[in-house]
C-alpha cells in the first residue's frame, strides 16, 4: 500500500511540477505557474530531480519508540537521507512527499514561510498537492488530477515538518498528508546541513531522537 502511494504522489510531483494548475486550498487563488528550466544562473539543462518520503512509525530504539524519518527515493527504493548528494550551479526540483497525519511546533514562527526558491518569476513559493488539489474520483483517464495549490507559507496549525538548510537560506514547510514541489539552485561545492525545525522527535522539548540523528530528520547535502 505504502509503495502505491509513494508512485503516486511522486508522479503527481513531477508529472504537473513543471506546470501546473492551480486551484483551492489554504485560501488562494486559482492561477497558471510554469517552471522553466533556465530561470536563472547556469541551469542549462532540465531540473536535477531529488525526491524525499516523509514516514512515520519508525522503529529508533527500545527505548524512545517510533520516530518521524526522511527518505530519500532513489532506483533501488528508500535510502538514507544523512548524505544527499547533489549537483553544483544548477537547478532542482524537489519533490516531498508527507505521509505523517499530525502536526508539531516550529522552534520560531518564521519557518513557517516559504524562502529560498523559485518558481518561474515568483521567489519563495512552494506548490502544495493535498486533498484540495487531488480528487479521488476515478475518471476515464484514471485518477482525477485537478492541479495544485502555490503558497508562501503555510498556516501554524497545519504543519508538521519543514525541510530547512539554512546556509542556502532554504524553507519549507510541511502540511500533513501532502507533497510539496519546489525549485531551488545550488551553488558552490560544498557541505550543507539540513534539518527538520518542528519539534517531531523523542523527550520533553521534541527535540531528541530523530531530531538529533541524522539519516532522520537532519543530515548533510553535499553539493558537489
Known amino acids: 500500500m505504502i ?3 509513494i508512485v503516486a504522489s511522486v508522479l503527481a510531483g513531477t508529472g504537473l ?3 501546473a494548475s492551480q486551484e483551492g486550498g ?5 492561477t497558471t505557474i510554469t517552471q522553466t528550466a533556465t530561470s536563472s544562473g547556469q541551469n542549462t539543462s532540465a531540473p536535477y530531480v531529488l525526491t524525499l518520503i ?4 519508525n522503529r529508533f530504539n527500545s527505548t524512545t519508540g517510533d520516530q518521524p524519518a526522511y527518505y530519500v527515493l532513489g532506483p533501488g527504493g528508500l535510502e538514507s537521507s544523512a548524505n544527499i548528494t547533489l549537483p553544483a550551479h544548477r537547478l532542482i526540483e524537489l519533490v516531498i512527499s508527507n505521509y505523517d497525519e499530525g502536526n508539531a511546533s ?4 518564521q519557518y513557517a514561510n516559504v524562502t529560498g526558491t523559485e ?3 515568483e521567489l519563495g513559493s512552494e506548490l502544495v498537492y493535498n486533498n484540495t488539489a487531488i480528487n479521488s474520483t476515478e475518471g476515464s483517464s ?3 488530477l485537478r492541479g495544485s495549490q502555490t503558497v508562501s507559507s503555510l498556516p501554524l496549525a497545519e504543519i508538521s515538518h519543514t525541510f530547512t538548510v539554512p546556509s542556502l537560506g532554504l524553507n519549507l514547510p510541511m502540511a500533513s498528508e501532502s507533497t510539496v514541489v519546489a525549485y531551488f539552485t545550488t551553488g558552490a561545492a560544498g557541505t550543507y546541513v539540513w534539518l527538520c525545525e518542528t519539534a517531531c522527535g523523542a523527550g520533553t522539548n521534541g527535540f ?3 531530531m538529533s540523528t541524522p539519516g532522520w530528520m537532519n543530515g548533510s547535502i553535499v553539493v558537489s
Open 142 to 144: 484514471g485518477i482525477v
Open 54 to 57: 516523509i514516514t512515520t512509525d
Open 3 to 5: 509503495a502505491a502511494l
Open 26 to 30: 489554504f485560501g488562494g487563488v486559482a
Open 106 to 109: 516550529l522552534s520560531a514562527p
Open 119 to 121: 518558481l518561474g518569476s
Open 208 to 210: 531528541a531522537g530523530a
Open 17 to 19: 511540477g513543471l506546470a
